[in-house]
Nanobody, 116 residues
Framework: VQLQASGGGLVQAGGSLRLSCAAS????????MGWYRQAPGKERGWLGE???????AYADSVKGRFTISRDNARNTVYLQMDSLKPEDTAVYYC???????????WGRGTLVTVSS
């Protein structure tokens, strides 16, 4: 299984970015795809996920600003980030797991920097 996140970069506060996470070596459509982030000096935290059933859930800190979508035909999950704040600066990761299974697959992160 390989997960590759991309789309990070430098953006001004109030701006938007869309991250992508391309998966390979797995049956993408039956996995829940999650997004996480880790800011400097902080633990990695859950941002949200798109389930195999097409349901989305979000952390309160990003609800209303971030949107997760998935394209099963392209084996890709997206994270649309709007109204970005400096505190959103972090390395963003995607992860995959199957419902009822404990194993998570992680991709390399992509850095998002939000300037004030």
């Amino acid at each position: 299984v390989q997960l590759q996140a991309s789309g990070g970069g430098l953006v001004q506060a109030g701006g938007s970015l869309r991250l992508s996470c391309a998966a390979s070596g797995m049956h993408f459509s039956i996995h829940t795809m999650g997004w996480y982030r880790q800011a400097p000096g902080k633990e990695r935290g859950w941002l949200g996920e798109s389930t195999d059933g097409g349901e989305n859930a979000y952390a309160d800190s990003v609800k209303g600003r971030f949107t997760i979508s998935r394209d099963n035909a392209r084996n890709t999950v997206y994270l649309q980030m709007d109204s970005l704040k400096p505190e959103d600066t972090a390395v963003y990761y995607c992860a995959a797991h199957r419902r009822g299974h404990s194993e998570y697959f992680w991709g390399r992160g992509t850095l998002v920097t939000v300037s004030s």
